[in-house]
C-alpha cells in the first residue's frame, strides 16, 4: 500500500537518525518487539452481493522497534502492520509509524510516518482527521494508515499546547473486494476514485491543533486544509457510484469536563468545500460506578447524541442517532474489559448493537471478541442499507514476543 514515491520520507528518517547517533552522545537503548494475531470472522447471514463469503480466516503480524539516544531526548520509532486475509484487498501491508523524533526544553519535531488522535467521545470520530482510515481493519474507523508528515509541537505552560502539521503526501482509502462483507453493491477500486485538486495525492495538506486544560475543563480546537481523507460520494440512478477527494477547510472543537464520575464529551466540526459544507456533533456522558460491592469492578455507563448535517450521505450512517452503552472493567490481573452498546437511529428503525471485549490469558497471550449486529435497518438509509446483513463476530488471538 505503501506508494514508491514517498520512499524518499523512509530515506530521509534514517539519514536524521544517523546524523543524530553520529553525534557525541552514542549511547543507545533499543526495544524490539512483535505481535502476532489470528483473527477468525464469521457473518452468519445470507449474503446481500453475488461472490461474497461467510468466512474470514486470517493472520497478522505487528513489528515494533524504537532506539532512543542523547539522553532520550532523540529518537526513532518504528512500527509496521502485515496482513493476510482471504480478501484480497484485506491482504495488505502498511508503515503505521517510521519517524525521527527530536525534543529540546519546550518543543519536539517529529518527521516520517506517524498516527495522530484526536478525539473523547466512544461512538464516533469527527475530529480525527489526519490520517487516513484503513477500511478493510475495522468498521468503526480506529484503525488507521501511517501519514507522512512534519509535526512540530510547542508546549507552553500557562496557553497551553500547539501542534504544527505539514502533510506532504494523501494516501487513498482501500475499500473491501468481491468476496468480503460490509461492501456497496459494486466493488470500488481505489485507483478510481479521484481527486479535486490537479496536484492529487501530492497536494500539501495543513493542520493546526491548539489543546489546553482550565480546572475540570479539557478543551481543543484544531482546524484541517487540504485533501479530505473521505471521499465525497454520489449515488447514481445506474446503481453506479461516483466519487473523488474534495479539497476541504475543517473546523474541529473537543470538550470533555471531568466532575466527579461524570465525564461530559463533546466533538463538532464544520466542514467546508466547493462541493458540500456541512455541520457534525457527538456530544454526550459516561458515569462510572466504582469499586461496586468493593468487587474491584468498575461500571461505566455511556450515552451519545450524534448528528450530522449530511443525513444520508454522512459515510457512517450516524445523522440522528443516540447510543446508549456500558463499559465494564474488572480491574483484575488479565485485564478483563468489556463495552456493549448499541446506536438507535431516532428516525428511522435501524439499530446497530455492538460487543467488545479482551482478556489477557497470560503474559504474552492475550484474546479479544467484537460483534457488529444490523437490526431493522430502514430502506432509506442509503449507506447502511448495503450492509444489513453483515453482522458479524470476530474472535482474535494475540500472541506478544
Keep these: 500500500m505503501i506508494n514508491n514515491k514517498y520512499s524518499i520520507v523512509v530515506i530521509l528518517c534514517f539519514f536524521l537518525a544517523w546524523e543524530g547517533l553520529s553525534q557525541e552522545d552514542k549511547q543507545v537503548v533499543q526495544d524490539f518487539q512483535v505481535e502476532l494475531e489470528a483473527e477468525y470472522r464469521y457473518f452468519a447471514e445470507t449474503p446481500s452481493f453475488d461472490s461474497q463469503k461467510d468466512h474470514f480466516p486470517s493472520f497478522a503480524i505487528r513489528p515494533e522497534y524504537s532506539a532512543t539516544w542523547n539522553n532520550g531526548y532523540e529518537a526513532l520509532n518504528f512500527q509496521g502492520f502485515f496482513r493476510l486475509d482471504v480478501d484480497e484487498e484485506r491482504t495488505h501491508w502498511d508503515i503505521r509509524e517510521l519517524y525521527y523524533q527530536k525534543t529540546k526544553n519546550n518543543w519536539d519535531l517529529s518527521i516520517g510516518f506517524k498516527k495522530i488522535y484526536w478525539g473523547v467521545t466512544e461512538s464516533n470520530h469527527l475530529v480525527d482527521v489526519i490520517n487516513q482510515t484503513d477500511a478493510v481493519e475495522s468498521f468503526d474507523g480506529e484503525k488507521k494508515l501511517g501519514q507522512p508528515m512534519v509535526q512540530f509541537s510547542l508546549n507552553t505552560k500557562n496557553i497551553g499546547s500547539f501542534d504544527f502539521f505539514y502533510l506532504p503526501y494523501h494516501r487513498k482509502r482501500v475499500f473491501p473486494d468481491k468476496k468480503s ?209 453483515d453482522s458479524f463476530l470476530r474472535l482474535t488471538l494475540f500472541k506478544y514476543f
Design 181 to 389: 462483507r460490509l461492501r456497496f453493491p459494486m466493488v470500488i477500486d481505489k485507483k478510481d476514485l479521484g481527486y479535486e485538486s490537479g496536484a492529487e495525492e501530492w497536494h500539501q495538506d495543513f493542520a493546526i491543533r491548539w489543546k489546553h486544560y482550565f480546572g475540570i475543563f479539557d478543551i481543543g480546537l484544531s482546524h484541517f486544509y487540504g485533501t479530505g481523507r473521505e471521499p465525497l460520494f454520489t449515488f447514481l440512478e445506474s446503481g453506479n457510484i461516483n466519487a473523488f477527494y474534495p479539497i476541504i477547510n475543517q473546523t474541529g472543537l473537543e470538550l470533555q469536563i471531568t466532575h466527579d464520575a461524570f465525564l461530559w464529551k463533546l466533538e463538532s466540526i464544520y466542514r467546508k468545500a466547493n462541493t458540500q459544507d456541512f455541520l457534525a456533533v457527538t456530544a454526550g456522558l459516561e458515569y462510572t460506578f466504582g469499586n461496586i460491592k468493593s468487587s474491584g469492578i468498575d461500571l461505566g455507563i455511556l450515552g451519545e447524541y450524534l448528528y450530522d448535517e449530511r443525513d444520508e450521505l454522512a459515510l457512517s450512517g450516524l445523522q440522528n442517532d443516540v447510543f446508549l452503552g456500558s463499559r465494564i472493567a474488572f480491574n483484575d490481573v488479565q485485564s478483563t474489559q468489556i463495552l456493549v452498546g448499541g446506536i438507535f437511529d431516532l428516525g428511522k428503525s435501524s439499530r446497530i448493537f455492538s460487543l467488545e471485549a479482551s482478556r489477557r490469558l497470560s503474559e504474552s497471550w492475550k484474546m479479544e471478541v467484537e460483534g457488529r449486529f444490523f437490526n431493522s435497518i430502514d430502506n432509506r438509509e442509503l449507506i447502511l442499507l448495503n450492509f444489513q446483513n
